[in-house]
């Protein structure tokens, strides 16, 4: 299938590129972003090496791409302050897969997480009827509450009564021009904005059910604090999370480690979900899976029924281009696309 991605030039756009060089269902065949990079090659943009066949590809002006959008599937990586009108109108014809928030929040809008909410890929039926598209949107979650998400759906046949979760996120969450150096240089910076409502509200909709073609969120408290620190890629989550019941940490970290829904169907970017190390470091383990892997450690039982432990993901890949990719692939391969 003929690929575009949207906000090509950007780290998350990058990051597609990268995952979609050898991807064997999706090809990549145009790059759009602004109207400052029109006209120039994809390698005099990007970081890293290249393949000739695409570093050579000339990126396109998203106004231009707009009148001419003749491929089989977006991605996009627009910011969130674009993407809203830009993806309506491309979904029209084309299936659009967003890293951007403006429509995760829409009630015929899922945001997919394919080892947490596959099914919730139903409501694109629901979404094509509703607003007369050929194409839909589907999005991923913000970073944070994609590496969140993966290890409390494993929790989840315990009960889950409450979460509380305090981020410390690598400075690649914000992009390219996110912070300055001398911000974020020796520092942490306890407030990234609209994160926690985002962390807050999208992990009770995608742990949600889908009911009669809507989807009904769960109804555990959570509650977020986010932080920005100086790393450059991978999020940290500490998490303390009630149960109803009362497992022993040893089948948490079972019921953790055993947790791998999709292995079956062979998606090309599918990874083993959860990995257990004891003392996770996002120097260390980001990349595990290829960065599609989510770690976790220092588990503890605190009290009946309370856990705390760590969690960690690439922001980029898991917590986004990688995300956007798997949700594609389920897409495919339940013939939606
Ligand atoms: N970074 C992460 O970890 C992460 C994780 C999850 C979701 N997201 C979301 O993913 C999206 C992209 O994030 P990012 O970190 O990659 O941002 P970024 O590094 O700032 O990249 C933004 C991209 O959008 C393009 N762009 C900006 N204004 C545009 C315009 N008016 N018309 C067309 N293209 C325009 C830029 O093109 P130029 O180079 O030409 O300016 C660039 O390619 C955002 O919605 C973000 O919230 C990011």
Redesign the pocket.
């Known amino acids: 299938m003929e690929v575009a991605i949207?906000?090509?030039?950007?780290?998350?756009?990058q990051t597609f590129v990268k995952l979609l060089e050898t991807h064997p269902w999706f090809e990549i065949k145009r790059l759009?972003?602004?109207q400052?990079?029109k006209g120039k090659r994809f390698d005099e943009?990007a970081v890293g090496n290249i393949p000739e066949d695409i570093g050579e590809i000339k990126i396109e002006?998203?106004s231009d791409f707009l009148k001419n959008p003749e491929v089989d599937l977006i991605f996009s990586?627009?910011?969130?302050s674009?993407?809203w009108g830009v993806e309506e109108e491309l979904a029209k014809r084309v299936p659009v897969f967003s890293?951007?928030?403006s429509h995760r929040y829409e009630e015929d809008i899922p945001i997919l997480v394919p080892e947490v909410n596959g099914e919730h890929l139903n409501l694109i039926e629901v979404q094509k009827k509703e607003r007369g598209w050929k194409g839909f949107i589907v999005t991923n979650p913000?970073?944070s509450t994609a590496i969140l998400a993966i290890s409390l759906k494993a929790l989840s046949k315990f009960g889950i009564r409450r979460v509380n979760v305090v981020t410390m996120q690598a400075i690649?969450?914000?992009?390219?021009?996110g912070l300055s150096a001398m911000h974020i240089f020796d520092n942490v910076i306890p407030y990234i904005e609209k994160e926690e409502w985002k962390i807050e509200n999208e992990s009770r909709k995608i742990l949600g059910k889908l009911e009669k073609n809507k989807i009904m969120p769960v109804n555990f408290k959570i509650s977020a604090i986010t932080t920005r620190v100086p790393v450059s890629h991978g999020h940290t989550e500490a998490v303390f999370v009630d149960l109803d019941e009362d497992p022993t940490v040893g089948e948490l970290k079972k019921s953790l480690e055993s947790f791998d829904p999709l292995r079956a169907l062979k998606l090309p970017s599918y990874a083993k979900p959860l990995l257990y190390r004891e003392v996770p470091q996002p120097k260390l383990h980001k990349d595990l899976g290829s960065g599609m892997t989510v770690t976790f450690g220092r588990m503890e039982r605190i009290g009946e029924g309370k856990f705390k432990y760590i969690t960690l993901g690439h922001?980029?890949i898991r917590?986004?281009a990688g995300g956007s990719i798997l949700n594609a692939e389920l897409a495919y391969m339940h013939g939606i696309l």
């Open positions: 949207l906000g090509a030039t950007g780290l998350v756009g759009i972003a602004s400052r990079s943009v002006s998203l990586a627009l910011p969130s674009i993407a890293n951007a928030s913000n970073c690649s969450g914000a992009g390219f021009n922001n980029l917590g986004a």
